[in-house]
């Protein structure tokens, strides 16, 4: 896991661009999310917890700011080909191995989409710094863009 994350971070530097880190702590915003299931390369499910015991138990996460490779034909609006869902498994995968460190979500401007997913930023730990999952995805390869 180590190694394709740390080729991630390589391939940043000489794609040269600049994943923003934050501060090791963490901002008020941000809510640690305990990952139970990845669905595909843009949306999780799990716990957030928001502080003082109260939890968001079972919620389906789907990351602002990129849309990743698809991992299976459900999507009827846009044409997904064999290729593309081989890329959204590779894209899931990537995703899996970044959220075992533990992760974080910030809630966007709108709280939640047509099938009722929160929408928001995911950040992942490496190394002692957050990093938002976008930038590291969109970085690897992993989006539609």
Request: hydrophobic fraction near 45%; include cysteine; aromatic fraction near 8%.
């Given at each position: 896991m180590t190694?394709?994350?740390?080729?991630?971070?390589?391939?940043?530097?000489?794609?040269?661009?600049t994943v923003p880190a934050i501060q090791p702590d963490i901002p008020p915003k941000l809510h640690?999310?305990?990952?139970t299931r990845v669905l595909d390369?843009?949306?999780?499910?799990?716990?957030?917890?928001l502080g003082w015991d109260v939890q968001l138990s079972n919620q389906m996460?789907?990351?602002?700011?990129?849309?990743?490779?698809?991992s299976s034909k459900r999507r009827r609006?846009?044409?997904?080909?064999?290729?593309?869902?081989?890329?959204g498994k590779l894209a899931a995968e990537y995703l899996r191995e970044l959220v075992e460190g533990g992760a974080w979500v910030s809630a966007g401007d709108r709280p939640r989409d047509n099938y009722g997913r929160i929408l928001g930023e995911l950040y992942v730990n490496i190394d002692g710094k957050l990093y938002e999952v976008?930038?590291?995805m969109h970085a690897a390869g992993h989006c539609r863009d």
């Open positions: 190694t394709k994350i740390l080729w991630g971070l390589s391939l940043l530097a000489f794609v040269q661009v640690p999310i305990e990952v390369g843009d949306t999780v499910q799990g716990t957030i917890s996460v789907r990351c602002l700011s990129y849309d990743a490779w698809e609006s846009v044409k997904v080909t064999d290729e593309e869902v081989v890329k976008a930038d590291l």
